[in-house]
């Protein structure tokens, strides 16, 4: 290892200043899972054990005990004579690890309570919090008497300097400092399970940021560690490349964040020319795979996985020549300080063949029906594609025409240029900002500057109105289109009113319903 410094840890809750639960997703091989019933008889067990933290050759179970990156939910501890088990007491999450496996066993001490570190053979490490510093004793008995395995001490630095050495100890990145009485290695200062990384990326030649991504197994009140930058000296660089820039190559290779030109395991391959992506900005190379996707660019590497995805909008560009391929996620995008609910693409629509490798077996039992290849319009191929792989709906658009015959309407939000998709059930704007407005959130519209639409000094464009209601904790508010072309007016009327949308200056419309309607009503669905 060596030295390099912590320059910031940005949380979703910047209030938490010390302890922080960090979002990893630790999958343990031969570690099973427990019926709810199961789990509850157990639970009720424990509960009704000695509840007694003093040291005890009878006691075997501990309530109270949180796995780390699993939330903040306690869960019953239990030390059999063949196996050691933990059970939440609010899901369904159960972790257990056999005799045989049980390799290394690990006790560090907090100022408060006490940590338990299991690792198997196959060097997979569970964390577990909230022992008490008296229960060590009963603990390492246990552990001696039916694995064969002795508790080892870690020691905590404690100085709480931001500088250290930083290095690979098996699944965690730790950072260590304050050297132990008369030589002998460093004190642990901290460290991130690798599990938990989703990308990293090199701001610059010195600094290294690494971000993190969320288990699935948090609560909406629970403190995350979002992302950290570290800081290395000049002077640790040698040769070509910098510190940082080799603790980077290190990390995207140990922590199985996918790197550009990986493509083993890819089920569909897209290249950074194919794809324009307008948010966030920049080609990136696509590369799916079986239950995740990764973007890779010349700063940023994403994974994403596929269970973080809510759906996809394929919208064709006035033109004709290029289509949006928008992507909806449920949890934003964290580039820097910007979040991104939504991706946007623009895809060509010429001819395109695009190779799909799925094992037939594979396919078959996961219910894919992608042919190889997938040919015809690129921008098309690649909303099957996403369709296909995630299971996620594809949103495309309805019967609402404009003025001049295209799916859109030209228009802006505040400065910013874009189209207005009316579709069946919702508003759709590309590209920036992105937006999705499901019209069963609409409280109703209303038509701005009309009156200078019309007669003499008319304008040429005029403003919609939006107004959404609130959902939840976020209160409502409005979002105004301007600079609508005035052809739109009678058209959009139309539209409103057969989606049952309420226009609250309908009678102030000095052309409300006044031209028919074009074409047929837009088909719901």
């Not at 991130?192 to 197994?217: C, R, T």
């Not at 979040?339 to 060509?348: D, E, F, K, R």
């Not at 802006?412 to 069963?440: C, E, M, T």
């Amino acid at each position: 290892g060596a030295a390099c410094g912590v320059v910031s840890a940005r949380l979703w809750r910047p209030w938490l200043s010390y302890r922080v639960a960090v979002a990893a997703s630790q999958v343990v091989r031969g570690w099973g899972g427990q019926s709810a019933g199961d789990r509850a008889l157990a639970a009720a067990a424990v509960m009704a054990a000695d509840g007694d933290d003093g040291p005890a050759t009878d006691k075997r179970t501990w309530t109270d005990i949180r796995l780390c990156g699993q939330g903040i939910h306690p869960g019953a501890f239990a030390i059999n004579t063949d196996s050691i088990e933990w059970r939440s007491s609010k899901t369904d999450l159960f972790q257990k690890i056999e005799k045989a496996d049980l390799a290394e066993a690990s006790w560090l001490a907090y100022q408060r309570s006490s940590q338990l570190r299991l690792r198997d053979e196959e060097g997979n490490t569970l964390r577990f919090d909230g022992f008490s510093k008296r229960d060590r004793a009963t603990v390492a008995a246990l552990l001696k008497e039916d694995f064969g395995v002795s508790l080892a001490d870690l020691p905590v630095a404690v100085k709480g300097e931001h500088w250290g050495n930083v290095e690979f100890d098996g699944p965690f990145l730790a950072f260590k400092g304050e050297e132990k009485e008369g030589g002998g290695a460093d004190k642990l200062k901290f460290e991130l399970p690798l599990s938990a990384i989703s990308q990293v990326v090199l701001p610059n030649k010195n600094e290294l940021e690494i971000q993190f991504n969320d288990s699935g197994a948090l609560d909406k009140e629970d403190e995350v560690l979002v992302n950290m930058r570290l800081w290395a000296p000049e002077s640790l660089n040698t040769g070509d490349t910098t510190f940082a820039q080799n603790l980077h190559s290190d990390l995207m290779s140990k922590a199985m964040v996918r790197e550009a030109g990986e493509a083993k395991s890819a089920r569909v391959t897209l290249a950074e020319r194919d794809t324009l992506f307008l948010t966030p900005r920049g080609r990136y190379k696509i590369q799916m795979y079986r239950d995740s996707m990764s973007l890779t660019g010349k700063t940023y590497t994403f994974q994403i996985f596929y269970k973080r995805l809510s759906k996809f909008f394929w919208l064709p560009r006035p033109g004709g020549q290029q289509s949006f391929f928008i992507i909806g996620l449920d949890e934003p995008l964290r580039i820097g300080q910007q979040l991104h609910a939504y991706l946007v693409l623009q895809i060509s629509n010429e001819e395109a063949s695009l190779a799909v490798t799925i094992p037939e077996a594979d396919a078959k039992a996961e219910g894919i029906k992608l042919k190889n290849p997938m040919t015809g319009s690129l921008s098309k191929v690649v909303a099957k594609v996403f369709k296909g792989l995630t299971g996620k709906p594809v949103y495309i658009n309805g019967g609402f025409k404009s003025a001049d015959g295209n799916a859109a309407i030209r228009c802006a939000i505040n400065s910013n240029d874009g189209f207005l998709y009316p579709l069946d059930k919702s508003f759709v704007f590309a590209h920036k900002p992105a937006l999705y407005i499901p019209f069963h959130d609409i409280v109703g519209v209303e038509f701005l500057r009309v009156e200078q639409a019309h007669g003499v000094g008319a304008s040429r464009s005029c403003d919609l109105q939006v107004d959404i209601r609130s959902v939840g904790k976020e209160k409502g508010r409005s979002i105004v289109f301007r600079s609508i072309d005035r052809r739109e007016f009678d058209g959009l009327v139309t539209f409103l009113k057969e989606q049952d949308l309420t226009i609250g200056n309908l009678a102030e419309l000095p052309t409300a319903g006044a031209r028919p309607a074009r074409g047929q009503r837009a088909a719901r669905g």
